[in-house]
């Protein structure tokens, strides 16, 4: 068992930022500010639970300028056995972690729920916490493939439109959605909980805001748990590479489950050949989504749809059942649009955390054919939309791809999937690389984005190293799970 050292705390947030380069407006920002305070209430769709909200700067390096509220959820341990507070990271970017806690604490384990107050949040921009507002119409002139260097240009005159607007709707906050700024409410969040270092479990895009806590605020992590692991590290090809690779190995997996498993609707049929042809009709464009009232389905849809239901195995069924729909579908019709003139933007903080420049269409259909070359059968990783959205913005982003520099006191615990077909396994071999003593790799040799919920020998591992700080071998792994009907 490791022993975590002590750690004093006694300064604001602000100058704990100040000290990692985000300086604050005046030296009277530097002086300690009164601590911040959370009110709590029962959450109203489940009085069980509580929810609060706490005031935090829009700008942490102007602490004592325009605020926001930040929402916030938790369930309290059992008095007898509470060992503290465990808050939880949402990924995405979008996931609500008030709605996981109000709805869905069973995301965390009976143990872990008795020992720990179990607390999260809607990151900055988000859910119910002063989310990003954009115009719908703008929003939806964003392509899903650029085709040419007209609808190049096209784009990066409608994203300099589009980031205006939501600028104009959102207001200041718009250009703070940053996971640095973030990392500096979850600090926030820890010392209105009164906690002097934080347990943290971040899942996915909430791994991020642990790596990056842990860099700026070292001493103050007591165990940090980062599930389906980003790599912060990586530039527009490598991003995209790692990507497409990701999304194929986990396609062939399905594959092979669906030719072994009877439970499959598709078993004994050459499923890839089916596969094929459907992106064919999608390229015609004579392809539609039965769950639609048949509308017209592009074939960077049909990728992105197939893609999120591999995330999880117990979907596996459902999507031999979609693909045999797909196989009858008729022909596409004309869908009603929606009525509403805004929508909420949560990637917004996407294009804050990565610079993923692209020089022109010719560099971007480079992207696009390398990409169907690694991944054949879904040729449109949802990555290559990050590249359209993300399309001229301003440089130098917030918080720009780096190489980690982590030095806590206890090991950061990676909980890896060998076939994640969203946050791949080289994405966490490389961030334990990064992280050296700093972090530990384990790995479940199965399926699906992310293990805790899925594999009972991760969730053992995991709860031994939130809870009693046991840190497991280097070489840890835990055997597959076959899905399960």
């Known amino acids: ?240 590479d790692t990507q497409a690779v990701s999304a194929e190995d986990a396609f062939d997996e399905y594959l092979a489950w669906c030719a072994r498993s009877t439970d499959c609707v598709l078993h004994g049929r050459d499923v890839r050949a089916l596969w094929a042809g459907l992106h064919s009709r999608a390229e015609r464009g004579t392809l539609t989504d039965p769950d639609r009232a048949g509308a017209a389905l592009a074939p960077f849809e049909l990728s992105r749809l197939a893609h999120k239901q591999l995330y999880d195995t117990w979907r596996w069924p459902g999507l031999a059942e979609w693909i045999v729909r797909l196989e009858g579908a008729g022909a596409p019709s004309v869908s009603a649009l929606t009525d509403e003139a805004v929508a909420p933007y949560p990637f917004a903080v996407f294009c804050q955390d990565w610079n993923l420049p692209v020089r022109d269409y010719r560099e971007y259909v480079g992207h696009v054919r390398r990409s169907r070359q690694l991944a054949p059968d879904l040729r449109y990783p949802p990555a290559l939309f990050a590249l359209v959205t993300c399309l001229g913005a301003p440089t130098p982003v917030a918080n720009p791809q780096h190489r980690l520099r982590v030095r806590t006191d206890v090991p950061l615990l990676i909980a890896a999937t060998v076939h994640d077909l969203a946050s791949g396994y080289g994405w966490a071999r490389n961030v334990a690389r990064q992280l050296g003593r700093h972090g530990v790799l384990l790995t479940y040799q199965g399926w699906g984005h992310g293990s805790y919920t899925t594999s009972p020998c991760v969730q053992q591992i995991v709860d031994d190293y939130l809870i009693d700080l046991v840190v497991p071998a280097r070489d840890a792994d835990c055997p597959a799970v076959e899905p399960e009907v």
């Not at 601590?35 to 004592?64: F, H, M, Q, Y």
């Not at 009976?110 to 949040?121: G, K, P, Q």
């Not at 906690?195 to 700026?216: C, D, N, P, V």
């Open 1 to 240: 068992m490791l022993r975590v050292r002590k750690s004093t705390v006694g300064w604001a947030v602000a100058v704990a930022l100040t000290a990692t380069g985000l300086t604050p407006a005046s030296p009277a920002a530097a002086r300690p500010q009164p601590g911040p305070t959370i009110e709590w209430r029962p959450c109203a769709k489940d009085t069980t639970a509580e929810c609060g909200t706490l005031s935090l700067p829009v700008d942490w390096n102007r602490p004592r300028g325009e605020r926001f509220e930040l929402e916030l959820a938790r369930r309290v341990a059992d008095p007898a056995a509470r060992e503290g507070v465990l808050v939880f990271g949402p990924g995405g970017p979008g996931d609500s972690g008030v709605d996981r806690v109000v709805d869905g604490s069973s995301r965390f384990s009976a143990d872990l729920r008795r020992r720990f107050d179990i607390v999260s949040f809607d990151p900055r921009g988000t859910g119910r916490s002063h989310p990003v507002i954009c115009s719908r119409e703008l929003l939806g002139r964003q392509p899903q493939v650029i085709t040419d260097q007209a609808q190049f240009d096209a784009t990066l005159k409608n994203n300099a439109l589009l980031r205006a607007d939501c600028r104009a709707r959102t207001g200041a906050l718009y250009d703070h959605v940053d996971t640095t700024s973030a990392a500096g409410d979850l600090d926030a969040i820890r010392a209105a909980l009164g906690e002097r270092q934080i347990t943290f479990h971040g899942s996915s895009y909430g791994t991020l805001l642990g790596q990056r806590y842990a860099e700026l605020f070292p001493g103050r992590v007591r165990a940090m748990v980062l599930e389906a692991s980003m790599d912060h590290s990586l530039g527009t090809r490598a991003f995209l």
